[in-house]
């Protein structure tokens, strides 16, 4: 992606080396607990907090210290220092493998991977699933708040140039015929004709963006098979490769990043403001000057 190597096969550890960056219930199970692996409950929204975590699992707060809350939009990615720091406090050394799952099934998730890779962290994967994926395979589980890390972590933030995008780099990919932005909401929230969640939005999508709502990646919470995401992806983008990806707050976007490299597309952006940032009103102080800056359409 952008030119870095994906390293999944080159760990000598006592967990092995990761498959890619996605793992099953049966690989997690059969090594949980190994020395040197993390796993980290990466929900949001309503399934923050639930209380039912996979035994051992440490919290990658999403909603909480691992966003910007000084950004005028939600889930900003922290500086390489904020982040350093906070994955330290969850014990995280550079050396660790890590596995994240959220309770939604592939959601979340994925965002907490793709900002591992975005400050330098390759030894990073999803649980195909998530936590419902492991419950239904009577897989253990623990009830309550997270037991505290053993210690804190060595592990230094090394931010990789072009993971993470602002407007104006979106609104340059654009106007560029070898990329397209692919936008992970839903239809309707593409086309104006549903609401935003978020009050004070405009309605519609950028001129230009694609709709690939992130479910179509999905089979019953499940990321589908490779050859079926080359082709949602060759249906949206067509012989297009490098791919731009937003949604509501930078959150499922990251579930379109997962699903194209899975697909064997390697030049990915995730816009990190997403149409939180891009739908503001012109009134809106974090927002354009006037339409013309961030201009919004409807329909198909």
């Known amino acids: 992606m952008n030119g870095e190597t994906q390293a ?57 210290a691992l966003s910007d809350h000084t950004a005028p939009v939600p889930h900003t990615m922290p500086d390489a220092a904020r982040f350093t720091e906070e994955m330290r406090a969850l014990g995280l050394n550079g050396t660790d493998t890590v596995i994240v799952y959220d309770a939604a099934g592939i959601y979340s998730s994925a965002r907490a991977w793709w900002m591992l890779r975005a400050m330098g962290f390759d030894r990073a994967a999803v649980l195909d699933g998530g936590l419902p994926a492991w419950t239904a395979a009577g897989l253990p589980v623990t009830e309550g708040a997270p037991e505290p890390p053993a210690g804190r972590g060595d592990f230094t933030a090394r931010p990789r140039p072009g993971l993470l995008a602002g407007a104006g780099e979106v609104a340059r990919a654009l106007a560029d015929p070898d990329a397209v932005v692919l936008d992970a909401r839903t239809r309707g929230r593409f086309e104006g004709t549903e609401p935003e969640p978020r009050a004070g939005l405009r309605g519609g999508h950028m001129p230009g963006a694609v709709s690939l709502p992130f479910g179509r990646l999905q089979d019953e919470g499940r990321m589908r098979a490779p050859d079926e995401l080359r082709a949602a992806f060759a249906g949206a983008a067509g012989d297009r490769e490098r791919l731009y990806f937003s949604c509501g707050s930078g959150v499922t976007a990251c579930v379109l990043a997962l699903g194209a490299e899975l697909a064997g597309y390697r030049d990915l952006t995730v816009y990190d403001g997403s149409w939180s940032e891009w739908g503001l009103p012109p009134a809106d102080p974090a927002g354009p000057e006037h339409p013309a800056d961030r201009p919004v359409v409807t329909g198909p």
Not at 23 to 50: E, T
């Open 8 to 64: 999944y096969e080159d760990e000598d550890t006592a967990v092995g080396a990761l498959p890619g960056p996605l793992v099953s219930a049966d690989w997690l199970a059969a090594r949980l607990g190994a020395p040197g692996l993390r796993v980290f409950d990466a929900s949001v929204g309503a399934h923050r907090g639930s209380g039912t975590r996979i035994a051992g699992a440490g919290v990658f707060d999403i909603d909480g």
